[in-house]
């Protein structure tokens, strides 16, 4: 059975580790399961609190994969209605794939920073660039956002394969 379970750990952590890359996957979940599955074999036992202090790493890192294309909007100065497009693209961008879940916080940054000029023409872009620019601009911001957020996955996916690997030597 423990055989098994190694295996089993070890599939989850390398597919954990594609879904860093392949956004249908849910990367960091899948790895922490592998983290467990080698926990309820006789040969290794990790510490509750190491157990714990991944799944809260876990969540957050779930989470921040959410948040960083906004925050990255924001730093790019994106208005809320650039930084709501970003959201709205990565919830439309899921439902369309890998490349959608790549372009649709891009998308949708610059589509509502559009819609922001749009509604209210009098708005002034920053730095003295074009509406087009400034939109690019937000685009841009959640893109990077989007590269941080896939960064901090595949480095946390990456300490659970060390942790994984240096149990079982």
């Known amino acids: 059975m423990d055989i098994f379970l190694i295996i089993l750990g070890a599939i989850s952590l390398l597919v954990g580790l594609l879904g860093c890359v392949l956004p249908v996957l849910p990367g960091v979940p ?17 510490s509750w609190q190491f157990l714990v202090i991944w799944g809260i790493v876990t969540v957050v890192v779930q ?41 649709g916080p891009f998308v949708g940054a610059v589509f509502g920073e ?25 685009g841009i911001g959640s893109f990077i956002g989007f590269l941080t957020g896939s960064f901090l996955k595949i480095l946390c996916c990456s300490l659970m394969i060390f942790y994984f690997v240096k149990e079982l030597i």
């Open 30 to 46: 899948l790895a922490y399961l592998g983290l467990w599955l080698l926990h309820w074999t006789d040969k290794v036992q990790f």
């Open 114 to 138: 559009l819609l922001y000029f749009n509604r209210y023409p009098n708005a002034v872009a920053r730095e003295n660039s074009s509406q087009l620019n400034q939109a690019i601009r937000a």
């Open 63 to 103: 989470v921040l994969d959410f948040v960083i294309p906004v925050l990255g909007t924001k730093k790019f100065g994106g208005s809320k209605w650039g930084t709501w497009g970003s959201t709205i693209g990565l919830v439309v961008g899921v439902l369309m794939g890998p490349l959608g879940i790549i372009l």
